[in-house]
């Protein structure tokens, strides 16, 4: 599933709860209009429905709500230890969706929220204020789709041309967008920025059939990056999540091998790349969500309150990984999450 239009208006979105707050803003009306049959619940505040309490995160996800809301305090964070930074020292990021509709097992949104249903925040005016603010300051590093996936909604927001506009003017802005979506068509109304970086998140398609529920298959993906470079857009590629499994070597061999066959190595930014880790708060609660999942059941090792495979596992497949892709990328361009960071 590609995009948000694949889904149908009665298992998703068939009720829309909109803040008081958030009622009138221009944003509200416009993406009130992309769901003519859904029925519209006024609220006071969007926690009051996403913060309600015995929700099931797994049947919530097959027929979400969207939450319409006004983004109040901060509105820039500092950037996480577990996230990767890419040599920037003014590292944050920003959330304007909270949660995702695709279901990948292994996402840490389930262990941080307490709900599958999407919240977005329709006063993206006041983020660009606060990143207003910090670039005052110094050079700014931002990521703005960690915890959704901006490019699958795009069809109903606009939210990444809206960022794309911001980041024009702003050359101390630099702009990361994680991405899994395989929207070809968006791609036509997106300008070519060196500030502006697309992030691709790619996956063996039996990690993406076994674990990625909803995504666009490698194939798909691939082909949407294959038009981004054609178009001159800045692409990283993100072999992350590196996921275990008993032919984890064999599998990410020919993903990364036929991946390089596909895109021309001199046209890609650089690569990243990092083994599942999440914190241990989440994890514990992921586990709870998902009591039948392998890949959140497994044995993982605590590190400081980060949970992944272990410093010789996670070390293994970095090494291996890292040497596949330098057949290709020069080393300076690939980049590690590593334990001790």
Known sequence: MNNLS?????????????????????????????????????INHYKDVFCRGHQNYLLQKKSPSLILAVKRNTYVYEGAPVCQSFGNRHFYYTSSVMNCFYDCEYCYLQGMYPSANIVIFVNLEDIFLETEKLLKKFPVYLCISYDTDL?????????????????????????????????????????????????????????????????????????????????????RLCFDPLICRKDWQSLYADMIRTAFQRLPADKINDVSLGVFRVSRDYLKQMRKQ?????????????????????RKLSQEMISYTYNLVKEFIPEKNIYVWKETS
């Open 151 to 235: 490019l699958a909604f795009e069809n109903i927001l606009e939210y990444v041309k809206k960022w794309q506009a911001f980041a024009e003017s702003r050359p101390d802005l630099t702009v990361e967008l994680r991405t899994k979506s395989a929207n070809l068509g968006i791609l036509n109304q997106l300008t070519p920025l060196d500030n502006f970086i697309f992030a691709w998140t790619l996956s063996p398609d039996v990690i993406q059939r076994a674990y990625e529920h909803h995504t666009p298959s490698f194939e798909e993906r691939i082909s949407c990056i294959e038009k981004a470079l054609d178009k001159g857009l800045r692409v």
């Open 6 to 42: 694949s889904y149908s208006y009665n298992s998703f979105f068939s009720h829309i709860y909109v803040e008081k707050d958030a009622m009138a803003h221009p944003n509200t009306g416009k993406i009130l209009s992309r769901f003519p049959r859904a029925v519209c619940i006024e």
């Open 290 to 310: 998902r009591p039948d999942s392998a890949i959140i059941q497994y044995p993982y090792e605590n590190d400081r309150g980060v949970c992944h495979y272990g």
